[in-house]
T-cell receptor, first 112, second 112 residues
């Protein structure tokens, strides 16, 4: 089983719909992140959380919200999806001791 | 503003060739530089570099950091088709709660 699991892996939705991407990890890490990856723009940080009570905006948080339900779970919501949120989304974790990130397999979201 | 620049953006070589990928950075607080390999799915960790001049090695891959030149190189010797991937470089900013600043990556294609 993967250490960082994302669901769904693929999703096609329509403009205006609410979407939730979920992430769970078995690595025991305290830090969790949501990134999106777009061709030519690289990996961009949406939100990050350094523990259950800590939520921080990344560089592109507009249009997104997150919830850290437990140390092992971090979900990303798009309240009203729009086409330019079509992207590959990655959840990642790290420990407080190192900067090394461990990524989930990615969630490909298409907003029509 | 901190940034990480990778070059070249893309590279095509033949099996058996040796390649050198570059990563340069402009950052306010340096903690470490990380290299990741991304095939079709999630980025996977290769190296973390913290000290200048010390080479990290794993099989045919090696990497070294030059703090004077604010850069790092990733070398791959005797390339194989399985080395085809996007290679990502990221800086771990010690002064910014350990968020990573990513380069856009170098896309490497190794032809048989």
């Amino acid at each position: 089983d993967a250490d960082v699991t994302q669901t769904p892996r693929n999703r096609i939705t329509k403009t205006g719909k609410r979407i939730m991407l979920e992430c769970s990890q078995t690595k025991g890490h305290d830090r969790m992140y949501w990134y999106r990856q777009d061709p030519g723009l690289g990996l961009r940080l949406i939100y990050y959380s350094f523990d259950v009570k800590d939520i921080n905006k990344g560089e592109i948080s507009d249009g997104y919200s997150v919830s850290r339900q437990a140390q092992a779970k971090f979900s990303l919501s798009l309240e009203s999806a729009i086409p330019n949120q079509t992207a590959l989304y990655f959840c990642a974790t790290s420990s407080s001791l190192t900067g090394e990130l461990f990524f989930g397999e990615g969630s490909r979201l298409t907003v029509l | 503003e901190d940034k990480v620049v990778q070059s070249p953006l893309s590279l095509v070589v033949h099996e058996g060739d040796t390649v050198t990928l570059n990563c340069s950075y402009e950052v306010t607080n340096f903690r470490s530089l990380l290299w990741y390999k991304q095939e079709k799915k999630a980025p996977t960790f290769l190296f973390m570099l913290t000290s200048s001049g010390i080479e990290k090695k794993s099989g045919r891959l090696s990497s070294i950091l030059d703090k004077k030149e604010l850069s790092s190189i990733l070398n791959i010797t005797a390339t194989q088709t399985g080395d085809s991937a996007i290679y990502l470089c990221a800086h771990n900013n010690a002064g910014n709660n350990r968020k990573l600043i990513w380069g856009l990556g170098t896309s490497l294609a190794v032809n048989p």
